[in-house]
Nanobody, 126 residues
């Protein structure tokens, strides 16, 4: 069973950058579909980015495409979310998630993922 721990959240000004990390233990993350979600107060959990275990490329939501970049480091068993040109609407708790689905397309709903981290708060000031 995999355990996920996020880190790297904090307060950043609009237009700035932040890098989130998700460290895995118990199982190699590169054999799982990994995703980032976020949840703002009073809103549903929202898909941000994902990488299927057997596909090199990443998928992104329209709201972050071109600004956020997801990457992985198999040696460190971790995935990352580089957030550039952040906006106040990016303010949310960011979650790392892992799934074992063999779906041919990226699952962009929370119910497609089995394991979640505790989340890390990102606050973007205007």
């Amino acid at each position: 069973q995999v355990t996920l721990v996020e880190s790297g959240g904090g307060l950043v000004q609009a237009g700035g950058s932040l890098r989130l990390s998700c460290a895995g233990s118990g199982r190699a993350l590169n054999w799982l579909t990994m995703a980032w979600f976020r949840q703002a107060p009073g809103k549903a959990r929202e898909f941000v980015a994902a990488k299927r275990w057997n596909v090199v490329s990443m998928d992104y939501s329209d709201s972050v495409h071109g600004r956020f970049t997801m990457s992985e480091d198999t040696d460190k068993n971790a995935v990352y979310l580089q957030m550039n040109n952040v906006k106040p609407e990016d303010t949310a708790v960011y979650y790392c998630a892992a799934g074992t689905s063999n779906s041919p397309v990226v699952i962009q709903t929370p119910d497609g993922y089995d394991t979640w981290g505790q989340g890390t708060q990102v606050t973007v000031s205007s």
